[in-house]
């Protein structure tokens, strides 16, 4: 070969290896040719990757060659079993999404759910009416996307403590994929575990226990449980017609207020407040709105999804606003005369018990409103206990309104993860449940007043409102946050602590980590 021959082929050998130095080993070249090289390489040419035999062993003039028909790691999934993993992911997505999980847990349990069932690295993408999800399979097949979107919005913490459960299920490796979307068919076609009027009821037991936490007696209570019943069938006769939910809580508020006032002249209580009802009703309306999901979401970057709720629950509140001024200003109108504006009831030891006890039963009765299980409803019930006592202690001490509803709040989350997965609960019915007696209705509704009925009225009242509805979302993801080291705590000590054993295996199963 000349030497001009053998000079083209050095050059098309350097071209080679510097444009595809990944698929070839480096050449060896003489000592010279390797030190005038040497000085160029650091300064022009980049850091090149090599494979792992580079590094593992010494350069030699040989290197095994790589068999491109040789499959190099784990099957990849096929069209038809990725298309199916990932319609199980979406549905139970999505009822975790129609229930009010935030945006973070959708998306850990979809992750958890397609990696136990075997899918490759995926992408979730959650939004606040949707949900994609995309499974990449390498560079050899195309990705698999698919996506659901929620149309639907419904309470039924039932549902969605049973596909938690299906969920573990599925995670720990005891159900199969056909098991689990044979079963999740199961669980989303299964009607209420309890009577429509059994919600009523419900939902009318939380504006009586609402008004013996503001001050109200007994008549005044049991005035509120048949208006807020009254309109809770109101609005399930509203929604029959596909009635937008904005202008059901504007015929709630107004119907809220127009009783009130109606209770004014017709003077079947005689009690110089009777506009505690309306109150009452107000947090019943309010309880409802997914404040703790925004604040969640907002918290754990999914700003999205937070905007989308955020906004839903501007607008339900709005809807709110709107009726109860509209009612007060009809009431001056057909000059009715003016109801009293209920003072805020100053905390004194005397009262605690009965806040207390209005805490615990508030929270039992949204927990059964929302179609919870028994057991759920008594750990709601024990989870509004613990918020009220704390609030009510702190109110003791002077703090003020919005500290004292963050710090109640807190602990709440708090106890409520730590304490909500033990005893087979989603914590998110024992939070939400919980901060629920502690809702600002009679802040939002003085606000209302003083903003519909009192000439240059302040809005202050209103803004306090807003601040403690904040505080208590905010609080409740912060306690969770605080639990999460404490609850794995507990886990690896009670695994520690594992003695005698009375009853069960001898022998522990192998555990798995988590």
Known sequence: MSVNGRAEEDTETTTHTTQWPILEPPRQRDGKQRSNRKSANRTHRPLLRRRAWHILEAPTAEQPAVDS???????LPDDATVNFVLDLALRIGEVQMASGAGASDVTATILALTSALGLPHCEVDVIFTSITVTCHRGTELEPVTALRVVRSRSLDYT???????????IVRGHVGAEQAQAE?????SAPHPYPRWVATLAWGGLAGF?????????????????????IDRIG???????????FQQVVGGLFATLSAMAIVNTKILTTDQPTLVVAAAVTVLLSGLSTVSAVQDAITGFNVTAAGRTMETALMTAGLITGVVLALRIAVMLEMPRTPLPEVVSSTPQHLPVIVVGGAGAAACF????????RAMFVAAAAGAIGAVVYGALMLTK??????????ATLVGFCGGVMARRLRVTPLVVAVSGITPLLPGLSTYRGLYQLGVEPGGNISTLMTAVAIGLALAAGVVLGEYLAQPVRTGLGRLERRLAGPRMAGPLEPAERRLE
């Open 367 to 374: 927990a059964l409103a929302s179609y919870s299980t028994i």
């Open 399 to 408: 703090f003020d309104a919005v500290s004292s509803s963050a710090i109640a």
């Open 210 to 230: 609402i008004t013996l936490i503001i001050g109200g007696g007994i008549d005044i209570a049991l005035v509120a449980v048949v208006i807020s019943a009254a």
């Open 159 to 169: 549902r969605l403590t049973d596909v938690e459960i299906l969920v573990r299920k």
């Open 69 to 75: 028909d040789e499959a190099i790691g784990p099957a």
């Open 184 to 188: 999740l068919r199961r669980i989303t």
């Open 236 to 246: 399930r006769l509203l929604n029959r017609y596909s009635l937008p939910f904005f």
